[in-house]
């Protein structure tokens, strides 16, 4: 009997979108189905470095890119409304036609709008923005979002209901919808004992120049330490460059898999954005972290600021960092599995039935 085929679709905004479908490819694959891979840019590299054997669909891309100056993203992204509609219609037709060639048995699309079908009713959002923080326009944005999840047949929000919870009141509305469904945070990592190797582990990501401003600052600051330290640059297709002259730096470009796994185990102290899939990976393996949210960008300004009130992590702006910052870790309890993990057995039910 031939698997069922599924499309998993991811957003290429930063990598975190295409490293919490990770887990769900896995058990896709684990429980039977065939899995259909679908992105662009520096996410579709990703995924199909992760799973080489699986077939590969090249999206449109959004062109999403951040400004230099953080306060101006709001209105570059304004500006490319036109852009991201267009967009949107072209993965609605290009999804179709996808559906009838492989013989879809359902869509999962991680935050990519235009990508389900009318051909059946097995179409899956998966998103942790119930509500889309934007400053002045948090309303529209939220709106304009939650229109477009109405949508999908199904809303998978990667964490759990109630007040013990990770993404607040992102994932979080008065009402819930009907569609949204909590299945847990999501990780491609499990927690093993490991020796320590590093100090400190930094993790970069998400989109430029955001992303290099802050390696720059990163790795000007980190010159001053005799810690051991592991940079994971999170660029996909650049070679090593020479930019570190401190021997207890270890660059490398990114690390896939269990690599990143076990470097992440075996490091005492993670530095990183406050993004919300590595907010489930570092709760995930239970780690202590200081976080750098993205100029600009309010969701992580906020999941940063929920981290210090609870606790849990502090963090400073990008233009405020210095090493005696990362000092304050001590004054906090890091972040803890919460202990509800997904049952994908349950959530693939959903593409069983009529």
């Avoid at 976080?291 to 400073?316: S, V």
């Amino acid at each position: 009997m031939q698997k069922k085929r599924i499309l998993v679709a991811a957003l290429n905004w930063g990598l975190g979108h295409a490293t919490r479908c990770i887990p769900i490819i896995r058990n896709l694959q684990k429980h039977d189905y065939k899995p259909v891979i679908a992105s662009d840019g520096e996410a579709g590299e990703l995924l199909q470095k992760e799973f080489p054997h699986l077939t590969y669909i090249e999206l449109p891309s959004y062109n999403i890119q951040y400004s230099t100056n953080g306060k101006s993203l709001k209105w570059k992204l304004m500006m490319r409304t036109p852009g991201i509609i267009r967009t949107i219609k072209a993965e609605k037709k290009l999804t179709e036609r996808l559906v009838d060639t492989y013989d879809l048995a359902g869509i999962i699309s991680d935050n990519r709008w235009g990508v389900k079908s009318t051909k059946f009713k097995k179409n899956i959002f998966i998103t942790h923005q119930l509500n889309v923080l934007s400053g002045s326009t948090s309303f529209l944005s939220s709106f304009l979002h939650q229109s477009y999840i109405r949508k999908f047949d199904e809303c998978w929000v990667p964490d759990l209901e109630g007040e013990k919870n990770l993404s607040g009141r992102l994932g979080h509305l008065e009402k819930k919808p009907e569609n949204v469904k909590y299945i847990g945070p999501l990780s491609r990592f499990k927690k093993t004992k490991a020796s320590q190797i590093y100090d400190y582990l930094v993790l970069l990501s998400g989109p430029e120049p955001q992303r290099s401003i802050l390696e720059s600052i990163l790795l000007r600051e980190l010159q001053q330490t005799e810690a051991s330290i592991l940079f994971v640059r999170g660029v996909i297709s650049e070679e090593v460059t020479d930019i570190n002259q401190n021997p207890n730096i270890n660059i490398k470009n990114y690390l896939y898999g269990s690599a990143l796994q076990e470097a992440v185990n075996c490091s005492r102290l993670i530095i990183s954005r406050p993004g919300y899939t590595t907010l489930m990976d570092l709760a995930r393996l239970e780690k202590k972290a200081f976080f750098i949210p993205t100029p600009g960008q309010d969701e992580q300004q906020y999941l940063a600021q929920r981290m210090k009130k609870l606790k849990i992590a502090p963090f400073c702006q990008q233009d405020d960092f210095k090493l005696s910052k990362l000092d304050e870790i001590k004054q906090y309890d890091g972040l803890r599995d919460l202990g509800v993990h997904t049952c994908f057995r349950d959530l693939f039910a959903f593409f069983e039935g009529e």
